[in-house]
């Protein structure tokens, strides 16, 4: 009886919300986290930030909204970003392996996106967000489109690129983008 109730009874409860999880796995893995952020404007740190003892596990947030600030803050080429554009995989990618060995920790995140309205275009829409994570091991980056459920046969040995297309308004995109990061990182310290 004892088996069946561990089996049904899942280790983090499914009715905490998405943050205190994420915080728990982190600091019950004593792993670190250093964060880039773009579109989100620091809501994602904001988010994590809440919980305490965040301090355990969050070595450093960095709001990089303007490509110069990517290109100080992050260390991301000039080069990149008129290739690629701002909002690209390339650059999400990047944000996150720079912000992760800037800081040397353990897990790096990138977020940057179009919250909209303005700043849209044909090819770029407003609502798209790419989402990377990176982890210490050298590996070729990897863009999926779709949720973390996508990111199943990941092995955290690589940098994984989410490309997402939220709608809504401005403050529900964002809101959106934050808990797919958050999503992302509990599938990858659920592993």
């Not at 920790?105 to 179009?114: A, E, M, R, S």
Request: glycine fraction near 8%; hydrophobic fraction near 40%.
């Amino acid at each position: 009886m004892l088996f069946l109730v561990k089996r049904f009874v899942p280790p983090y409860n499914a009715f905490m919300p998405l943050e205190k999880t994420v915080a728990r796995l982190l600091m019950d893995r004593h792993k670190t986290l250093a964060i880039a952020e773009s579109c989100t404007g620091g809501l994602l740190t904001h988010r994590l930030t809440n919980i305490p003892g965040s301090s355990k596990f969050l070595e450093a947030s960095v709001v990089a909204y303007s490509n110069r600030a990517k290109q100080r803050l992050l260390n991301i080429p000039s080069r990149m970003l008129r290739q690629y554009g701002a909002v690209s995989g390339q650059t999400a990618t990047a944000m996150a392996r720079s912000i992760r060995e800037i800081h040397k920790t353990d897990l790096g995140i990138g977020i940057t996106g179009i919250a909209g309205p303005t700043g849209a275009t044909t090819t770029k829409p407003a609502g798209l967000v790419y989402i990377a994570l990176s982890v210490p091991a050298k590996g070729e980056a990897r863009q999926r489109r779709g949720s973390p459920k996508a990111a199943r046969r990941w092995r955290p040995a690589e940098t994984l690129c989410l490309q997402c297309r939220f709608k809504g308004t401005r403050a529900h995109i964002k809101r959106r983008a934050s808990t797919q990061a958050l999503r992302l990182l509990k599938k990858c310290l659920s592993c």
